[in-house]
Antibody, heavy 120, light 109 residues
Framework: QVQLQESGPGLVKPSETLSLTCAVS?????????WGWIRQPPGKGLEWIGS???????YYNPSLKSRVTISIDTSKNQFSLELSSVAAADTAVYFC?????????????WGQGTLVTVSS | EIVLTQSPGTLSLSPGERATLSCRAS???????LAWYQQKPGQAPRLLMY???SRATGIPDRFSGSGSGTDFALTIRRLEPEDFAVYYC??????????FGGGTKVEIK
């Protein structure tokens, strides 16, 4: 059973960098697929942030591209998100997910999500 | 950029009734690239349908998807108590790679 678990600080100060990690179990991320980050502001809808392949290939949402870096560590079977220069509008639940890029073209396994609040 | 518009915003129905949710794309898309998710409060979204009409693993057959071009639908044949939730459609494209609709809340009448 594939499981994903997000971790990282729940509170980040404005203008600082948000950093989250997604640990994957039950599947080796080196095997394939893309691995992505999605966020959901409180009471609002879903926004895709970006995705990464074990080869290091990345795709980012153009609206966030200038502030986002996604990296992968196959030795630890995890991938990470950094979002710089955060503001209150970046307050959201951040989810990581497995992206079925080559067949289902959707996100089939998700982490439970972690709330990140941007506040001084 | 493909924009997905879901309607209605809220659907008030009773258990046992049929629910039909709409997802309209701003331009024609391949049905292969259209998915649906269910999200309950405090939980992550769950993949229901991919390729517009294929059920994901473990999804009951009361859920069905249809559509082509710009108009897609998710139908829940007979609502069970656990089906009351928010539903999102999603397109897999080029830039951005994934986009979501604004969601439809199915609430108990």
């Amino acid at each position: 059973q594939v499981q994903l678990q997000e971790s990282g600080p729940g509170l980040v100060k404005p203008s600082e960098t948000l950093s989250l990690t997604c640990a994957v179990s039950g599947y080796s991320i080196s095997t394939g697929y893309y691995w992505g980050w999605i966020r959901q502001p409180p009471g609002k809808g879903l926004e895709w942030i970006g995705s990464i392949h074990h080869s290091g290939s990345t795709y980012y949402n153009p609206s966030l591209k200038s502030r986002v870096t996604i990296s992968i560590d196959t030795s630890k079977n995890q991938f990470s998100l950094e979002l710089s220069s955060v503001a209150a509008a970046d307050t959201a639940v951040y989810f990581c997910a497995r992206e079925r890029s080559f067949d289902w073209l959707s996100l089939d396994y998700w982490g439970q999500g972690t709330l990140v609040t941007v506040s001084s | 950029e493909i924009v997905l518009t879901q309607s209605p915003g809220t659907l008030s129905l009773s258990p046992g009734e049929r629910a039909t949710l709409s997802c309209r794309a701003s331009q024609s898309v391949s049905s292969n690239y259209l998915a649906w998710y269910q999200q309950k409060p405090g939980q992550a979204p769950r993949l229901l349908m991919y390729g517009a009409s294929s059920r994901a693993t473990g999804i009951p057959d009361r859920f069905s998807g249809s559509g082509s071009g710009t108009d897609f639908a998710l139908t829940i044949r007979r609502l069970e108590p656990e089906d009351f939730a928010v539903y999102y459609c999603q397109h897999y494209g080029s830039s951005p790679r994934l986009t979501f609709g604004g969601g439809t809340k199915v609430e108990i009448k």
